[in-house]
């Protein structure tokens, strides 16, 4: 697919309203070493974790620092904190709007982020695939648009990782035909139709 001139990013979401009125304040930039990390404060254990999620996630179009940086930690640590607890596939349909809404920018960076955050979740807890399966249908286009693209992205921060959009996508549909079965991969296939699943698809 040609490559798509990016859309302007939200001016105002959720994540940037609650951070600049302070309902955010439970998450700040802590130096460790030569990296940072995000503060919990209280920890997330005490915090309503599943209701932030959503709520981050909507902020990892953000441009400005240090709120892009706690948009894209505070998902990926608020992810991790749920897959531990066992709760994450509860509100893994909560996660497709933000997702979506940041795909649909078809802005390289974002658009990366958003698929490397997608896979964070799929690959962190057992049976996430399939409880975002009904809501695949809505993010499809959008990973077939990043599957179809060759250019390289710095994920930065703490990663310094070069990824390809391409195959951070295909990772994303192997880990959902894989884990949903033939009927999942068919559907893929309509919509992204150079994806071939490297692993064996159940029936």
Known sequence: LERMKPKPRPVHTVFSRMYDNGSLS?????????????????????????ALLPVFLSGITEVKEPRRFVAIRGSTDIIHHLADEGTLAEVSQDMVPPLR??????EPVVGVVALHLLLEALTAQAGMAQAMQPKLKVLLPLINYFFNQEYSVNLGYNSRRIVRPRELANAVLEAFASACGRETYKKIQSIVPRFTTGTRVRG
């Open 26 to 50: 439970c998450a700040t930039v802590e130096a460790q070493g030569v990296q940072n990390r995000i503060r919990w404060m209280p920890p997330l254990k005490d915090q309503d974790a599943a």
């Open 101 to 106: 809404a940041a795909l649909d920018l078809h």
